[in-house]
């Protein structure tokens, strides 16, 4: 039995609010730590999963005729995600903590495009995922090398 595009909906609405909800931690994380270079870079996160996400809701509108694509970040979504424990990396403003809670937001940003990854999608949504898919898997090999040369407190 072959796959059909309302076999792709619920994964790709899983895939956007994971972009939708990693836009949200590295904003947050861009705002609460003191290093200018790793500010700078989450906020270029930031930016990149807002793109993400917009280009996977015109992908589902377009190529799946989704036509309500997730638009936003779930409560339920950021605590499955990861994100939410970056709240208390940054009340003490520790920079290993933040590195930390972003790599794991990054754990799962990997993992749901292996999902979506693994479904036998339509080329043009394969070729978009896939190339979301390298560049999240670069900036998670980004954090987790920065959360590695950091010195926990």
């Not at 619920?10 to 895939?15: R, V």
């Not at 939708?20 to 003191?34: H, M, P, V, W, Y």
């Not at 990997?110 to 394969?126: C, D, F, M, Q, T």
């Amino acid at each position: 039995m072959s796959e059909t595009n309302a076999d792709y909906r619920s994964d790709l609405n899983e895939l956007i609010q994971t972009c939708k909800d990693g836009q949200q931690g590295f904003l947050t994380a861009s705002q609460n730590i003191e290093d200018a270079d790793i500010k700078r870079l989450f906020h270029e996160y930031s930016l990149q999963r807002a793109k993400f996400a917009g280009e996977l809701q015109n992908a589902a509108h377009s190529i799946l005729g989704n036509s309500n694509p997730e638009e936003t970040g779930s409560l339920a979504g950021a605590l499955h995600r990861g994100w939410i424990n970056l709240k208390a990396a940054l009340e003490g403003k520790d920079r290993h903590a933040i590195l930390a809670e972003c790599e794991r937001g990054e754990d799962v940003a990997v993992s749901e495009y292996k999902k979506i990854l693994g479904h036998n999608l339509p080329a043009p949504l394969r070729e978009l995922a896939t190339q979301q898919s390298a560049e999240v898997q670069k900036a998670h090999d980004r954090v987790k090398a920065l959360r590695d040369s950091s010195v926990p407190k």
